[in-house]
């Protein structure tokens, strides 16, 4: 026994902190048109090499390049534009409202809008998504009323989910956006259930379940993975890997030897790994993931590469964990800045008409925010009371508990 040296354990490190510049070389990227697209019918095992490599449409110069640089409509595109530039700017807004005491926290989407909106756009109406407290995006590219998602922050009189729900955690089922849960991870299982439901009833809908790279090791990402599979649900597995689940590194979650896309080779299920700054990217893979799914063909994983670009919450200081300057050197760049670039290229937007927007879509925000306040705010305390928070429920409440509520005094 003595010819071996003492057990150690590996305990992966982020390789940047604090005052030391990020290298970003572990995210093993491929050049803008190089990754192959493969056919709709693929087998999951044959997927492989795309679990490891990086889908990615355009290039630094912002043109659309190689076989996933498929013909988007240019009004498709403004449409995406528009919709990130919103996300932007209401979380820009609403993280002022939540240091006004306006409503008790907030989470924003800063440097991943990309994802959210042109996998909107590339779904159907019906299909119903089960997402997580940073895919606001997947509701401005829906145009959801913003009043009404306002309300349910400020949790006031016409909150439509009556205070139920804590700030950012959306139900918008009008909208195909499944109630947000702050339990981690539930909504993956969730997701391949809804999805094995409308293949049951003989349905054409199909679901997209979303998660980030932290909560990949809970267990409920490992159950939806294999039911999925088993069943061939007709479903998106999407992974988002912004690299920080609040201060813990994506390394711990598993990502630093291998990638989150490769867990779903491993379960049997055709997985991509994707630029997710890349909205022209994010559009064909979703398509692509989409039309599997539609055509009985089975799940699809996909794992969009993106940066939390601001903190994990308003509760939060990422300065104590990362580089101050960490997004400013992330290589995939802003994907808002990217899409820009690329319309400008094509003749489809401008600058002049880049500043026109942000006036317009701000003054929009202001607006509503203005709207919503009529009806109360965190700070106001007019919020819903127990008995309106619950009046819908208590109206159908059996005879018997309408006893013991009365008992009780309630």
């Known amino acids: 026994?003595?010819?071996?040296?003492?057990?150690?354990?590996?305990?992966?490190?982020?390789?940047?902190?604090?005052?030391?510049?990020?290298?970003?070389?572990?995210?093993h990227l491929a050049a803008a048109g190089a990754v192959r697209r493969p056919p709709l019918e693929v087998l999951p095992s044959d997927t492989s090499d795309l679990a490891y490599t990086l889908v990615r449409v355009l290039d630094d110069d912002g043109s659309a390049v190689g076989p996933w640089a498929a013909e988007i409509d240019r009004e498709l595109l403004r449409r995406g534009m528009r919709a990130m530039m919103k996300t932007r700017i209401f979380d820009a807004r609403m993280v002022i409202a939540q240091r006004q005491k306006k409503m008790s926290f907030y989470m924003q989407s800063l440097g991943e809008e990309a994802i959210g909106t042109a996998h909107a756009l590339a779904l159907q109406e019906g299909d119903m998504c089960f997402p997580t407290y940073r895919q606001q995006s997947l509701l401005m590219a829906r145009d959801v009323p913003l009043v009404d998602l306002i309300c349910q922050?400020?949790?006031?009189?016409?909150?439509?989910?009556?205070?139920r729900q804590l700030p950012v955690l959306y139900s918008v089922r009008a909208a195909g956006f499944f109630s947000v849960s702050g339990n981690l991870a539930t909504q993956f299982i969730q997701a391949v259930g809804w999805g094995m439901a409308s293949a049951i009833k003989g349905d054409t809908k199909i679901a997209s379940a979303w998660?980030?790279?932290?909560?990949?090791?809970?267990?409920d990402f490992h159950t939806a993975l294999t039911f999925a599979h088993v069943y061939q649900a007709p479903v998106i597995l999407n992974v988002v890997n912004n690299q920080w689940a609040i201060?813990?590194?994506?390394?711990?979650?598993?990502?630093?030897?291998?990638?989150?896309?490769?867990?779903?080779?491993?379960c049997g299920i055709a997985s991509l790994r994707v630029d997710g700054n890349d909205f022209l990217a994010v559009y064909a893979a979703s398509r692509w993931a989409a039309e599997r799914a539609?055509?009985?063909?089975?799940?699809?994983?996909?794992?969009?590469?993106?940066?939390?670009a601001g903190p994990h919450s308003t509760s939060d200081d990422p300065s104590k964990y990362?580089?101050?300057?960490?997004?400013?050197?992330?290589?995939?760049g802003d994907p808002i800045a990217r899409l820009k670039q690329h319309l400008i290229r094509i003749g489809a937007w401008s600058e002049q008409e880049h500043q026109d927007t942000e006036q317009e879509l701000e003054a929009q925000v202001i607006a509503a925010q203005k709207e919503a306040e009529r009806y109360g705010t965190l700070a106001s305390g007019q919020i819903p009371s127990p008995a309106t928070m619950f009046e819908d429920v208590y109206k159908d409440m059996p005879e018997h508990l309408r006893q013991q509520r009365r008992q009780l005094g309630v």
Request: cysteine-free.
């Open 1 to 27: 026994m003595g010819q071996y040296k003492p057990l150690t354990l590996h305990v992966p490190e982020p390789s940047g902190r604090p005052g030391h510049e990020t290298d970003f070389s572990y995210l």
């Open 153 to 163: 922050l400020l949790s006031n009189q016409r909150d439509p989910l009556k205070g």
């Open 211 to 219: 998660i980030g790279d932290g909560s990949t090791a809970e267990s």
């Open 247 to 266: 201060s813990t590194f994506q390394t711990l979650a598993g990502g630093e030897s291998t990638t989150f896309a490769a867990r779903g080779i491993g």
């Open 294 to 308: 539609r055509s009985n063909l089975g799940p699809t994983l996909i794992e969009w590469i993106t940066y939390r």
């Open 322 to 332: 990362r580089p101050v300057d960490d997004w400013s050197h992330f290589p995939l």
